[in-house]
Antibody, heavy 121, light 107 residues
């Protein structure tokens, strides 16, 4: 049974940094790419980033490119999102999700329950 | 970037009604489209991928169709449990993009 648990959210001042983690279990983590998707309060879903199964390929939304960095540690079954130079508009629930097909960059299937990041002074 | 536009933004229907939601892409995405259901306070749930393939465990009253730039999600007989917001997402090219969502309400 796939299980994804995000952590690391909280309240942070504009311009500061935060690192999110997503611990995975129930599947062969090292065979699946992983997404981060966010949702601002009362708003729709926004895709943020994808990392390939082996970490060799990374993709970002225009809104976060150059500020956010996705990474993974396959020995710990964990994917990370390092968020720098945070802005008020980064306030959202951040979800991690696994890709549908192994060794691919397909759409997410299973999602975690999310972690809330609030950027405010 | 590929823009995804859903219509309508809000839909009110009665139980057992047939419901259709449309998603249009700003350029061709072949069949690389997924549909998600999100209930309030919950994570999204994958319903359909590759435009028309039903995810395992999803009720057969849900179906998807389309290719290129125009896609539809159909619920053949609306049930109270279907109250949620529905999103389409293209995964043809990066950055992946979502539609703005369709909120489904019961009359």
């Amino acid at each position: 049974q796939v299980h994804l648990v995000e952590s690391g959210g909280g309240v942070v001042q504009p311009g500061r940094s935060l690192r999110l983690s997503c611990a995975a279990s129930g599947f062969t983590f090292s065979s699946y790419g992983m997404h981060w998707v966010r949702q601002a309060p009362g708003k729709g879903l926004e895709w943020v980033s994808l990392i390939s199964y082996d970490g060799s390929d990374k993709y970002y939304a225009d809104s976060v490119r150059g500020r956010f960095t996705i990474s993974r540690d396959n020995s710990k079954n964990t994917v990370y999102l390092q968020m720098n130079s945070l802005r008020a508009e980064d306030t959202a629930v951040y979800y991690c999700a696994k890709v549908l097909w192994a060794n691919s960059g397909t759409t997410p299937d299973y999602w975690g329950q999310g972690t809330l990041v609030t950027v405010s002074s | 970037d590929i823009q995804m536009t859903q219509s309508p933004s809000t839909l009110s229907a009665s139980v057992e009604d047939r419901v259709t939601i449309t998603c249009r892409a700003s350029q061709s995405i072949s069949s690389w489209l997924a549909w998600y259901q999100q209930r309030p306070g919950k994570a999204p749930k994958l319903l359909i991928y590759k435009a028309s393939i039903l995810e395992s465990g999803v009720p057969s009253r849900f179906s998807g169709s389309g290719s290129g730039t125009e896609f539809t999600l159909t619920i053949s007989s609306l049930q109270p449990d279907d109250i949620a917001t529905y999103y389409c997402q293209q995964y043809n090219s990066y950055p992946y993009t979502f539609g703005q969502g369709t909120k489904l309400e019961i009359k």
